[in-house]
């Protein structure tokens, strides 16, 4: 019986079994704190269709070699610019969520075959120099806010120079996929559009895995040495998946924007790639493997957690400080275990 429990917690994963009881636990408080269950699941839904693209981009990094792509600004950093000029164009509804969408795809086509160069000068090293490229990114870019020459007076400041620090959506295409086709059952409601969209993605990225380039990439990806000799181009198949990451990561952000209701500028894109990482790893994923499911299962677990921790910690810890700094441990805890934990072992394994 203590080998069957064994390996039943090593196929299922420590990390992922300990997060899943959390949130059953957070569950069942909830509800005994008489708090409205279903609105949390609502919640819930929304934030997983929000955040789930941004966590598949991580997929195709880790599958071709790259590891946990934390170079993720650089694909949110292409999505934003491609954002304003959709509003820059003037267009609105789901016109300007298409265009949107697709000026992204080039621009980060472009910033991810340059950054796709650069890691595959640096092998052996990518995480950390990803995590540099990040950053640094972000913090270039602050420049770039500063001297780009928009002239619609939803993204300048009214006095000086620049673009504004938060761009609102509203009247333009802001919850555009989460009203699409939404509907009520048992007092919960579901953004139909914002989940329908998130699902295609996981498919494009799945018939793309399944193609002749995505297998030879992910080939590549786990036996550099084996595929070089079957003839296969590494630094072009990691190449591929360092540009898809990043494309999808522009696709994302812009999906979760249209959900947020606004596009954050400046410093706001600096930290988004760990809350993806770590929830590609809560559902399973290793720094060398991923799998769509992997990247369904932790979004859930990941944004479940966080929407529910947040109100029973208010519940239970009555004091507005001590609540804020509970939702940041919480939030905060789970990204740290989840970078130190992988299936049970470290993320080297």
């Given at each position: 019986?203590?080998?069957?429990?064994?390996?039943?917690?090593?196929?299922?994963?420590?990390?992922?079994?300990?997060?899943?009881?959390?949130?059953?636990?957070?569950?069942?408080?909830?509800?005994?704190?008489?708090?409205?269950?279903?609105?949390?699941?609502?919640?819930?839904?929304?934030?997983?269709?929000?955040?789930?693209?941004?966590?598949?981009?991580?997929?195709?990094?880790?599958?071709?070699?790259?590891?946990?792509?934390?170079?993720?600004?650089?694909?949110?950093?292409?999505?934003?610019?491609?954002?304003?000029?959709?509003?820059?164009?003037?267009?609105?509804?789901?016109?300007?969520?298409?265009?949107?969408?697709?000026?992204?795809?080039?621009?980060?086509?472009?910033?991810?075959?340059?950054?796709?160069?650069?890691?595959?000068?640096?092998?052996?090293?990518?995480?950390?120099?990803?995590?540099?490229?990040?950053?640094?990114?972000?913090?270039?870019?602050?420049?770039?806010?500063?001297?780009?020459?928009?002239?619609?007076?939803?993204?300048?400041?009214?006095?000086?120079?620049?673009?504004?620090?938060?761009?609102?959506?509203?009247?333009?295409?802001?919850?555009?996929?989460?009203?699409?086709?939404?509907?009520?059952?048992?007092?919960?409601?579901?953004?139909?559009?914002?989940?329908?969209?998130?699902?295609?993605?996981?498919?494009?990225?799945?018939?793309?895995?399944?193609?002749?380039?995505?297998?030879?990439?992910?080939?590549?990806?786990?036996?550099?040495?084996?595929?070089?000799?079957?003839?296969?181009?590494?630094?072009?198949?990691?190449?591929?998946?360092?540009?898809?990451?990043?494309?999808?990561?522009?696709?994302?952000?812009?999906?979760?924007?249209?959900?947020?209701?606004?596009?954050?500028?400046?410093?706001?894109?600096?930290?988004?790639?760990?809350?993806?990482?770590?929830?590609?790893?809560?559902?399973?994923?290793?720094?060398?493997?991923?799998?769509?499911?992997?990247?369904?299962?932790?979004?859930?677990?990941?944004?479940?957690?966080?929407?529910?921790?947040?109100?029973?910690?208010?519940?239970?810890?009555?004091?507005?400080n001590l609540a804020e700094v509970v939702r940041i441990i919480v939030s905060n805890g789970i990204i740290l275990y989840a970078l130190t934990k992988v299936g049970g072992g470290?993320?080297?394994?």
């Open positions: 019986m203590k080998t069957t429990i064994k390996d039943l917690i090593d196929k299922i994963g420590l990390p992922r079994l300990i997060i899943t009881t959390f949130f059953i636990i957070l569950c069942i408080l909830s509800v005994g704190l008489k708090l409205s269950l279903p609105d949390l699941i609502s919640d819930t839904l929304v934030r997983v269709g929000m955040n789930g693209v941004l966590v598949l981009a991580m997929a195709p990094g880790i599958l071709c070699g790259i590891g946990l792509n934390f170079g993720l600004p650089l694909g949110i950093l292409a999505g934003l610019l491609a954002g304003l000029i959709s509003i820059e164009m003037n267009l609105r509804g789901f016109t300007a969520l298409f265009v949107a969408i697709l000026i992204s795809i080039p621009l980060s086509s472009i910033v991810g075959y340059l950054y796709g160069l650069l890691l595959n000068r640096v092998k052996g090293s990518e995480m950390m120099v990803s995590t540099y490229a990040g950053f640094s990114s972000v913090s270039l870019m602050c420049i770039g806010w500063l001297l780009i020459p928009f002239q619609s007076a939803e993204l300048k400041w009214p006095i000086g120079k620049g673009l504004r620090t938060t761009i609102t959506l509203s009247g333009r295409y802001d919850k555009q996929l989460d009203n699409f086709l939404s509907f009520k059952l048992m007092g919960i409601k579901f953004p139909t559009g914002l989940i329908f969209a998130f699902l295609i993605c996981c498919l494009i990225m799945w018939l793309i895995l399944r193609s002749k380039s995505g297998v030879a990439m992910i080939a590549a990806g786990s036996n550099p040495k084996f595929a070089e000799a079957s003839g296969i181009n590494v630094d072009k198949s990691r190449l591929l998946g360092t540009m898809l990451s990043t494309i999808f990561g522009a696709v994302g952000i812009i999906i979760y924007a249209q959900s947020y209701g606004f596009y954050q500028l400046y410093q706001a894109p600096m930290m988004m790639g760990f809350a993806a990482v770590a929830a590609i790893l809560i559902g399973g994923a290793s720094a060398t493997n991923a799998k769509i499911s992997h990247v369904i299962i932790g979004t859930i677990l990941f944004q479940g957690l966080l929407t529910i921790g947040l109100p029973v910690a208010n519940k239970i810890v009555t004091e507005g470290d993320v080297s394994e």
